[in-house]
């Protein structure tokens, strides 16, 4: 199988030289295991090796006997090996000598902790449109947080190609394939996750249909603000209860297994005196999930073109939090009490953000610049720096900076 290059890599490569092990975290079939086994020397598969069971009962440490960076794959499966990974960093007192994978999160706040200074934590993500193959990479982010005017030839592709990107999504499994075969992935994909996923990290039955539902609303609500209440009340249905409280267990299982990635509220210092908006958005890992969820196929989608664009804002946010989080950035989104709201801003530890819309066709592109001018004139300088750039991405149309400032970028044609 063709390994296709990874963002994560030189990442992962930077963790290895600063840090004795590296964790990396991702949903499953992001590439985890692919992109740590091009850089281990030596694998132990938790998954699917019977001797990793008996060892851990006589002694554990036999597992991380090997050539080093040693994989421990799926990790999680067998969670006491933390403790004895850290012991081991801290005897060998030596870099890069174990990367561990895992599909779900620990939910033991004290064993994260106790690896603080020994493990550096690498959150993979499902591809992004450059590392697909589908953006040119003629802008890169780093370039326009850094002010640099982009420039790029004109892209043009039709709605069925669009709703063909949303549905093979960023699973690397899936290149090469068609819409037809992405559509039975993520939906047999989500059906794992209801019936089978969820109840595994909440160590307790689940009801696999309520779960289901839950997920439908989900996906429904992608890339909006709904409540966990709203959520669970259109979950539940007419005929049925789904309380808060179950909700929010399902909700926190899904983020453990990393299904789900909301996108948090910005907090900037402004001039106005309207409230800032809390409430995250609504967010997949990836946006092909939905998909999944609710049934619908590319063919379908393409009559819908409200979900379409809904669809298309999480792949951009996707792609974004990829790009950011390789110069160690992080996404938010901006909401006040007046109603004005950008879809996108990114940060980054020096201070330096940028403000970003996300608009299918170019039609929209006016309305969606002046909405970046106006956040700009909020904000109050004194406190927070002005924006390094206020950029629109769109689905189609060429890389360009308007006279206004205001940089118009084709996720086409955006990497990091």
């Excluded at 086994?37 to 998954?47: E, G, I, L, Y």
């Excluded at 109840?199 to 603000?225: G, M, Q, Y």
């Excluded at 092909?288 to 969820?293: D, Q, T, V």
């Excluded at 196929?297 to 946010?317: C, N, P, Q, W, Y």
Aim: charge should be neutral; proline fraction near 5%.
């Amino acid at each position: 199988m063709t390994y296709h290059p990874r963002i994560a890599d030189a990442v992962l490569i930077k963790g290895l030289e600063s840090s004795g092990a590296v964790l990396i975290e991702g949903t499953k079939a992001c590439g985890k295991t692919e992109t740590a086994t091009r850089m281990a020397k030596s694998v132990s598969r938790f998954d699917t090796d019977p001797d990793v069971a008996i060892k851990m009962d006589i002694d554990p440490t036999l597992i991380l006997k090997g050539s080093t960076p040693r994989l421990l794959d799926e990790w999680q499966l067998f969670p006491r090996i933390w403790d004895f990974t850290r012991r081991e960093v801290d005897t060998r007192k030596q870099k890069g000598q174990f990367i561990l994978t895992g599909s779900a999160t620990s939910d033991d706040k004290a064993r994260r902790h106790s690896g603080a200074g020994r493990f550096s934590v690498l959150r993979m993500r499902p591809m992004s449109w450059f590392e697909r193959g589908w953006s040119s990479g003629e802008v890169s982010l780093q370039s326009l947080i850094a002010t640099d005017a982009p420039r790029s030839a004109d892209t043009e592709f039709s709605i069925p190609d669009l709703c063909d990107r949303i549905a093979l999504g960023g699973w690397p499994g899936l290149i090469g394939e068609n819409a037809d075969a992405a559509f039975e992935f993520t939906k047999n994909y989500v059906k794992l996750i209801a019936e089978v996923d969820v109840a595994r990290v909440s160590e307790r039955r689940r009801n696999a249909p309520k779960v289901l539902r839950f997920i439908h609303s989900l996906a429904r609500n992608i890339s909006t603000e709904a409540s966990l209440h709203a959520i669970a009340s259109d979950a539940a249905g007419s005929d049925d209860t789904l309380d808060d409280d179950t909700a929010r267990a399902y909700l926190q299982a899904l983020e453990r297994l990393m299904i789900t990635e909301n996108l948090p509220a910005w907090n900037p210092h402004i001039r106005s005196s309207a409230a800032l908006r809390k409430s995250p958005k609504r967010h997949f890992c990836d946006p092909s999930l939905a998909l999944g969820a609710l049934g619908i196929t590319a063919r379908k989608l393409a009559s819908d073109l409200r979900f379409l664009g809904m669809l298309f804002e999480s792949a951009v946010i996707r792609d974004l939090r990829i790009y950011a989080w390789a110069a160690g950035g992080s996404v938010s989104h901006y909401r006040d009490a007046t109603g004005h709201e950008v879809d996108a801003i990114i940060e980054y530890p020096d201070g330096r953000w940028g403000a970003f819309e996300v608009k299918m066709g170019i039609g929209a592109v006016e309305e969606a610049s002046a909405n970046l001018l106006a956040l700009s004139a909020k904000i109050d300088t004194k406190r927070t720096q002005p924006p390094a750039v206020l950029c629109v991405v769109t689905g189609n149309g060429f890389a360009h900076r308007r006279k206004d400032g205001v940089c118009i970028v084709p996720l086409a044609t955006l990497c990091p």
